[in-house]
T-cell receptor, first 114, second 116 residues
Framework: GNSVTQMEGPVTLSEEAFLTINCTYTATGYPSLFWYVQYPGEGLQLLLKATKADDKGSNKGFEATYRKETTSFHLEKGSVQVSDSAVYFCALRNMDTGRRALTFGSGTRLQVQP | NAGVTQTPKFQVLKTGQSMTLQCAQDMNHNSMYWYRQDPGMGLRLIYYSASEGTTDKGEVPNGYNVSRLNKREFSLRLESAAPSQTSVYFC???????????????FGPGTRLTVL
């Protein structure tokens, strides 16, 4: 079946530090990959996405590259801000299984200190 | 556009009580979903509705029922609440299409449910 594994948090960084949140997946075929962000007290918002190998998704300074050879989709940002403090979820959708719903990782909490 | 709305925002129940969580979307999406979010486990799919008039079980459907009342509304019912159902519940919607594998799911703000 499908599964997503994320690094455990919390991740605590100082402002302007480099961020990496690791995400690896297990799926048959060619899933689409997503990063969602959840700010305190809110629902999830799509941050970025990629549908095929070597695609790079990017948004708001965040980037992630779909690596099929390592089954990974790591999230990176060159310089984090306090406003980036949130929980980040990696997710996949595998249409090969006919399933529209997303499979989520457990989430990684990011705390950015001034 | 309000997007995806959920009511109530918070609810406390006693074991054995019943309640219905409401969800509505104004984006004319065909597909709607109910997830639960528990600490350290991410979001897990309870039920989904691919289109009006259809519903299917997800990963964790036991103890829940759903109704796709019309295209806009998708409700989740707990017939006899249990402490194991204490969680945050999220409704989501999406629009299938030619690029369905790529389509974004839009989430509501969530309902925080505590069962005592």
């Amino acid at each position: 079946g499908n599964s997503v594994t994320q690094m455990e948090g919390p991740v605590t960084l100082s402002e302007e530090a480099f961020l990496t949140i690791n995400c690896t997946y297990t799926a048959t075929g060619y899933p689409s990959l997503f990063w969602y962000v959840q700010y305190p007290g809110e629902g999830l918002q799509l941050l970025l996405k990629a549908t095929k190998a070597d695609d790079k998704g990017s948004n708001k300074g965040f980037e992630a590259t779909y690596r099929k050879e390592t089954t990974s989709f790591h999230l990176e940002k060159g310089s984090v801000q306090v406003s980036d403090s949130a929980v980040y979820f990696c997710a996949l959708r595998n249409m090969d299984t006919g399933r529209r719903a997303l499979t989520f990782g457990s989430g990684t909490r990011l705390q950015v200190q001034p | 556009n309000a997007g995806v709305t959920q009511t109530p925002k918070f609810q406390v129940l006693k074991t054995g009580q019943s309640m219905t969580l409401q969800c509505a979307q104004d984006m004319n999406h065909n597909s709607m979903y109910w997830y639960r979010q528990d600490p350290g486990m991410g979001l897990r799919l309870i039920y989904y509705s691919a289109s009006e008039g259809t519903t299917d079980k997800g990963e964790v459907p036991n103890g829940y029922n759903v109704s796709r009342l019309n295209k806009r509304e998708f409700s989740l019912r707990l017939e006899s609440a249990a402490p194991s159902q204490t969680s945050v519940y999220f409704c989501a919607s999406s629009q299938p299409g030619l690029a369905e594998s790529y389509n974004e799911q839009f989430f509501g703000p969530g309902t925080r449910l505590t069962v005592l």
